[in-house]
């Protein structure tokens, strides 16, 4: 699946990203079981006990993330932006409709509070988590060179360093006396 895929405009409408996704959004509420519905410009998710709704503003365009309210919640501090009866704004940028999918169904996991071994979790679940921990190793393209070159070397550095551990545990190991182990 794409995660970051690449629209059509430089600026695209929060329609014209739907239907960019539209075909793997359904792919991953078939995968999940997360339940979406588009609706006058307005994608609303039910992830049972949980409702979500992702619109565009009118105000500046900007996608926003909406969290039915369970309790009585706050409004986000950007109080400009459109308010949703019964709902509260969730501090969220939003990169793709795939993007903030993944990241209601891991927002469920954990208020459940439940432990879902990876292998266990649907397999749109783990790409997207190999995927997140691939670019959060990424170092961004706006990093100059000699930058670059001492992320990349301290890296290096660090995991030899735990290779280098590895080994001296284990020849600790070695030297023991195996006859201390032995109960007379």
């Not at 999918?101 to 997207?128: A, D, G, K, N, T």
């Amino acid at each position: 699946m794409i995660f970051r895929p690449k629209y059509n405009e430089p600026f695209p409408s929060i329609e014209s990203m739907y239907e960019t996704e539209k075909e793997a959004i359904e792919s991953f509420c078939k995968e999940t079981g997360i339940i979406c519905s588009w609706e006058n410009e307005t994608l609303e998710i039910s992830n049972q006990p949980e409702n979500w709704i992702i619109r565009q503003s009118l105000i500046d365009g900007t996608v926003l993330l909406y969290h039915k309210n369970t309790k009585e919640v706050p409004q986000y501090q950007k109080t400009y932006y459109e308010k949703i009866e019964g709902y509260h704004l969730q501090e969220m940028f939003f990169v793709s409709f795939l993007y903030t999918l993944c990241y209601i169904y891991l927002h469920r996991i954990c208020i459940l509070r439940e432990h879902v071994p990876f292998e266990e979790l649907p397999p749109v679940m783990q790409e997207f988590i190999r995927f997140y921990e691939k670019e959060k190793a990424r170092i961004p393209k706006e990093t100059r060179k000699h930058k670059r070159h001492a992320i990349l070397k301290a890296r290096e550095n660090a995991a030899k360093q735990a290779e280098a551990l590895v080994v001296k545990e284990l020849l600790d190991s070695l030297e023991d006396d195996p006859s201390e182990l032995l109960i007379p």
